[in-house]
């Protein structure tokens, strides 16, 4: 179950990370070209939340149900070891405040008054949970996992 669990998470990683370049480069765009703000920039910023929302109830069900990494970390602290630092508390904190933060810019995108504002809430808000993601993946780790 754990190598499924992990497995799936490493693949969601990339849809994560493309969906949200992807809505970000169509922000910017949008924003340059001061074009409207359609049906299809609204699906992009909706579908990149539910891509980033799976990704960290996957990440969770790992880290509260599975990871063998996790479960020392809770029990014995991280031992100066970087990796179970990492996975036990760095991890987890930067992704769900990525996952957050990415939430809170939607939601004020979807509000926003003018197309202008909603492609600029979307980017910027975007950009920064882009950074968070980046800082927190582990680069250390294989790139795909198998099934």
């Known amino acids: 179950m754990y190598a499924l669990f992990l497995a799936l998470h490493s693949f969601f990683r990339w849809l994560v990370l493309i969906s949200l370049l992807y ?9 340059i070209s001061k074009r409207p703000y359609n049906k299809r920039d609204n699906l992009a910023r909706t579908l990149t939340g539910a891509i980033a929302h799976t990704q960290l109830l996957i990440g969770f069900t790992l880290y509260f149900l599975l990871s063998p ?3 020392h970390f809770i029990q014995n602290g991280s ?3 970087y990796q179970i630092w990492f996975f036990g508390l760095y991890h987890i904190a930067l992704m769900f405040i990525a996952v957050v933060v990415m939430t809170i810019g939607g939601s004020l995108a979807k509000r926003a008054p003018t197309d ?14 882009l950074a968070l993601i980046l800082l927190a993946i582990p680069w250390f780790r294989p790139y795909f996992r198998n099934f």
């Open 23 to 31: 809505t970000m480069l169509s922000s910017l765009q949008g924003l």
């Open 79 to 81: 031992g100066g070891e």
């Open 69 to 71: 990494v996790v479960k």
């Open 116 to 129: 202008r504002a909603k492609f600029k809430t979307t980017l910027i808000y975007f950009s920064v949970a």
